[in-house]
């Protein structure tokens, strides 16, 4: 009796899944360094945003320096103390909010996964941007800085990262069942 060869076979092939790699560490999905990037980048742009107008602020209190501690202060050209020179103050600290807070609101939600982040970064750099114009050049150091992170979220990578969080965020969690009878008082085992 001759025996039969056995049958050269490959091994089974895996199942295909469908499911989101998540971190063992966070149980999120896995960061590309283009969002961590991205995200430090954000917030060194507010940092920088703040800094300048800090710088600002340090020349305005100094009645020498203060016709020129700002472009907005240059082109009014308020008196110190007056009520224009006020409310050309409350409009650069006003600006310093709205540039510096997109910055860092982008840089947050970019590293939690949110889709709009990737136009927000957009709209971060044109107030950081238009912050800088008002204020003074060392604002476009914040600005640059908000321009490269919000170009960094328009890359590949961070497209298939939100798309995961999207998915992870699709899996609802299980709702909570009221129990058909609770005991108050001692268990019935224990009576």
Not at 46 to 67: N, R
Not at 104 to 126: D, E, K, L, P, Y
């Amino acid at each position: 009796m001759s025996e039969q060869p056995e049958i050269a076979t490959l091994p089974p092939i895996e199942e295909l899944r469908d499911d989101v790699p998540l971190s063992p560490r966070t149980g999120e999905p896995r960061r590309p360094a283009a969002v961590v990037a991205s995200a430090l980048l954000q917030y060194l742009a507010a940092a920088a945003l703040a800094a300048a107008y800090a710088l600002h602020w340090w020349a305005a209190a100094h009645p020498d320096t203060y016709p020129t501690s700002a472009r907005l202060v240059e082109w009014v050209s308020p008196k110190p103390g007056t009520w224009q020179s006020l409310t050309a103050e409350g409009a650069l600290a006003a600006a310093l909010v709205l540039a510096a807070g997109a910055c860092g609101v982008v840089g947050f939600h970019a590293w939690n996964g949110w889709r709009w982040t990737r136009w927000g970064g957009g709209v971060a750099v044109v107030l950081a941007g238009a912050f800088a114009v008002v204020l003074t050049d060392w604002a476009f150091v914040g600005a640059g800085l908000s321009l490269v992170g919000g170009a960094l979220l328009l890359l590949r990578p961070v497209g298939v990262y939100v798309r995961r969080w999207e998915q992870v965020r699709a899996v609802s969690p299980t709702p909570y069942r009221r129990p058909d009878y609770i005991v108050y008082g001692r268990l019935p085992r224990f009576r």
